[in-house]
């Protein structure tokens, strides 16, 4: 049972990523998922949920500019991160909505 985050990285002010989480030893598709982050020195700070029925919910700080998915056949949770900026650099995690599975983390970096 586990979750493996990847797509992080350093990108410029702008810039775009997308993050997956690839989810397995669960049934992923009824599950509810969520990202987090931390930035250094903060403290963890929810960013987004998706419903396995699709409903999604954003953290203010990134309405707009974030948007989470899933594909349900690949049991991947995604995180497409537009027009990022310095105070987005953290560690990113996704977790299942209740926390009781947590993924590794993949550090996203945005900087000139």
């Known amino acids: 049972v586990q979750l493996v985050e990847s797509g992080g990285g350093l990108v410029q002010p702008g810039g775009s990523l997308r993050l997956s989480c690839a989810a397995s030893?669960?049934?992923?598709?009824?599950?509810?998922m969520k990202w987090t982050r931390q930035a250094p020195g903060k403290g963890l700070e929810w960013v987004s949920t998706i419903f396995s029925d699709g409903r999604t919910y954003y953290a203010d700080s990134v309405k707009g500019r974030f948007t989470i998915s899933r594909d349900n056949a690949k049991n991947t949770v995604y995180l497409q991160m537009n027009s990022l900026k310095s105070e987005d650099t953290a560690v990113y995690r996704c977790?299942?909505?209740?926390?009781?599975?947590w993924g590794q983390g993949t550090q996203v970096t945005v900087s000139s």
């Open positions: 030893g669960f049934i992923f598709s009824s599950s509810a």
């Open positions: 977790a299942k909505r209740d926390s009781s599975l």
